[in-house]
């Protein structure tokens, strides 16, 4: 539980300035940071019992960053997440409506084939510029490389920074929308 409590506090750090959990915790009661970290830490501790793609990146012994996603056949999650789930959107007022529209964004845009989801990389921005984002990248899309089902990774991202990172690594736009004034991309890498 200790590296995933680590983990979580680097995606809270690496998403803090991020358009889409502002738009997503705005008004959870104890602010934007707590709402992303139930969020991340219901996210991976789901995806690791449900066996899920879930990768830390490590710098001399500390956790730096971190990617989740599915494979091509998520799964179900188990009733004691979904209730975590029903909690955390409980006590944000107005998260399950924006959160139909970031998936209605992002569900327009999901390529027909069958794919990985890159649905979090984040890496703490004080190790910006050190290739732990691309080393999280790579090992992603080698996953769905060696999978013979999978054509591609898809991903969202409410960050311009980031989308300048996705094209820099072979990603073309499939889709956007809009997050109550910030923009959502869309963005898939194709492989055979």
């Keep these: 539980m200790g590296d995933v409590d680590a983990a979580v506090r680097v995606l809270v750090r690496a998403f803090g300035p991020d358009a889409l959990m502002r738009f997503l915790f705005s008004s959870h009661p104890e602010g934007v940071g707590a709402g992303s970290f ?7 501790r789901a995806r690791i019992a449900l066996r899920m793609p879930t990768i830390l990146c490590e710098h001399e012994g500390r956790i730096v960053g ?18 975590e789930w ?3 959107a409980d006590r944000t007022p107005g998260f399950a409506d924006r959160l139909k529209v970031y998936e209605g964004i992002a569900t327009r845009s999901v390529p027909h084939e ?27 899309c080698r996953l ?5 089902r999978s054509h591609g990774v898809y991903l969202e991202t409410a960050s311009e ?21 910030s923009p959502l991309w869309c963005v898939y890498r194709h492989h055979e």
């Design 144 to 148: 769905s490389a060696e999978d013979p």
């Design 114 to 140: 069958p794919h990985y989801y890159l649905g979090v990389l984040g890496v703490d921005p004080e190790f910006h510029g050190g290739g732990f984002g691309k080393a999280l990248l790579d090992e992603v």
């Design 38 to 44: 139930r969020f991340f830490s219901i996210l991976m």
């Design 66 to 83: 971190a990617a989740m996603g599915y494979d091509t056949d998520p799964p179900e999650w188990p009733e004691e997440f979904n209730s």
């Design 86 to 88: 029903r909690v955390l």
């Design 161 to 181: 920074r980031s989308l300048e990172f996705y094209f820099r690594n072979e990603f073309e736009l499939c889709g956007e929308g809009d997050l109550d004034g």
